[in-house]
């Protein structure tokens, strides 16, 4: 085998997990800001509607895990791709 060949192989293995550790940060970023604008969103239409206090909390944990539960399967489809 030749060894720019080699290198070449080497190379495209690190350069794969340099991009799914990017790909990985990405994703728990997009994550937080999501989950920072639901939160934000509820608290603000909690201090507009303080009746309604019950039924806005429930429907922002449902779609906090829901955008949790996306960001961790976009983070295992990363580490799956260094395999």
Known sequence: MLLSTLL????????????????AGLVAIG???GIGKIGSSAMES??????MAGNI??????????VEGVAMFAVIICFIAVV
Request: proline share 3%.
């Open 8 to 23: 070449l192989q080497v190379a495209a293995a690190a350069f794969s997990k340099v991009g799914a550790a990017i790909g």
């Open 31 to 33: 994550a937080g800001i």
């Open 46 to 51: 909690m201090a507009r509607q303080p009746e």
């Open 57 to 66: 909390r429930t429907n922002m944990l449902i779609i906090a895990a829901l």
